[in-house]
């Protein structure tokens, strides 16, 4: 596995979320869609294990959110 800084993050499919550091929580919407692909045909996947961005995202209907 190779990691990489958050700013080269672009054009995912989906994401997932598994730990609720600061970094994370401090993500606002436009910084989550930034990560994503621009193409307003596909659904944004975030599996948000913690539930860290749930207040954010959870009724945008360009996002198919998933928390535990």
């Known amino acids: 596995i190779e990691l990489s800084p958050m700013a080269e993050v672009k054009e995912c499919q989906a994401i997932i ?14 910084k989550i869609d930034g990560f994503f692909s621009q193409d307003d045909r596909v659904k944004k ?7 860290i961005q749930g207040d954010k995202l959870m009724d945008d209907p360009s996002y198919l959110y998933w928390r535990l």
């Not at 979320?17 to 436009?30: A, I």
């Not at 996947?45 to 539930?51: A, E, F, K, N, T």
Request: no cysteine; glycine share 4%.
């Open 45 to 51: 996947v975030l599996i948000d294990v913690s539930g």
């Open 17 to 30: 979320l598994s730990v609720s550091h600061q970094v994370f929580k401090d993500l606002d919407k436009n």
